[in-house]
């Protein structure tokens, strides 16, 4: 992102899947598709706890980037 630019959410959507109940939380999230001015992004909720792991909450959004 260019120096001065600022990030403005166009929408978003997420999923829980589970109750979060763990004794760690993990997420994870990542450019799916960046672009000069929209970038669609993805995101997934891990939880951890006494060796599993269990998905429960997965997002996925579309930004903005508002150039200077």
């Known amino acids: 992102m260019a120096p001065g630019s600022e990030?403005?959410?166009?929408?978003?959507?997420?999923?829980?899947l589970s109750p979060a109940t763990g004794a760690k939380f993990v997420a994870i999230g990542k450019?799916?598709?960046p672009?000069?001015?929209l970038t669609v992004c993805a995101?997934?909720?891990w939880?951890?706890?006494?060796?599993d792991k269990k998905l429960?909450?997965?997002m996925q959004?579309?930004?903005m980037t508002m150039k200077g």
Not at 7 to 16: H, I, M, P, R, S
Not at 47 to 51: E, F, L, N, T
């Open 7 to 16: 990030v403005l959410t166009v929408e978003y959507k997420v999923n829980f």
């Open 31 to 33: 450019a799916i598709k």
């Open 35 to 37: 672009g000069n001015t």
């Open 43 to 45: 995101g997934e909720v």
């Open 47 to 51: 939880a951890h706890d006494k060796g």
């Open 56 to 58: 429960i909450a997965v």
């Open 61 to 63: 959004a579309t930004m």
